[in-house]
């Protein structure tokens, strides 16, 4: 079993693989935008996961995608970064 923070930052990359799956012309369409959800780690806790879809100053025109997953409980999180352009 990994240590919480390692459980904490697997599900963050985990989520921003699939935030970041959908095609970056309909990326575009939602921006900005975010939602945030209840969920549960693979330990079995409830652990909050929030999406956040940004207008990237540089490269004009690109999307940062940010996904955060904490445990409020615990008071701990991780977070997980991409930068999405056309050329993605």
Do not use: H, Q
Not at 13 to 29: G, I, Q
Not at 34 to 53: L, Q
Not at 70 to 84: H, N, P, Q, S, V
């Amino acid at each position: 079993m990994p240590a919480s923070d390692d459980e904490l930052t697997v599900m963050a990359n985990e989520e921003l693989d699939a935030a970041c799956a959908m095609p970056f012309v309909e990326v575009r369409k939602i921006t900005p935008w975010g939602d945030s959800y209840e969920g549960f780690a693979p330990s079995g806790r409830t652990v909050e996961v929030e999406r956040r879809y940004l207008w990237a100053v540089e490269p004009e025109g690109g999307v940062i995608v940010e996904v955060e997953v904490r445990d409020r409980a615990a008071r701990t999180g991780a977070e997980a970064r991409a930068l999405l352009t056309a050329a993605d």
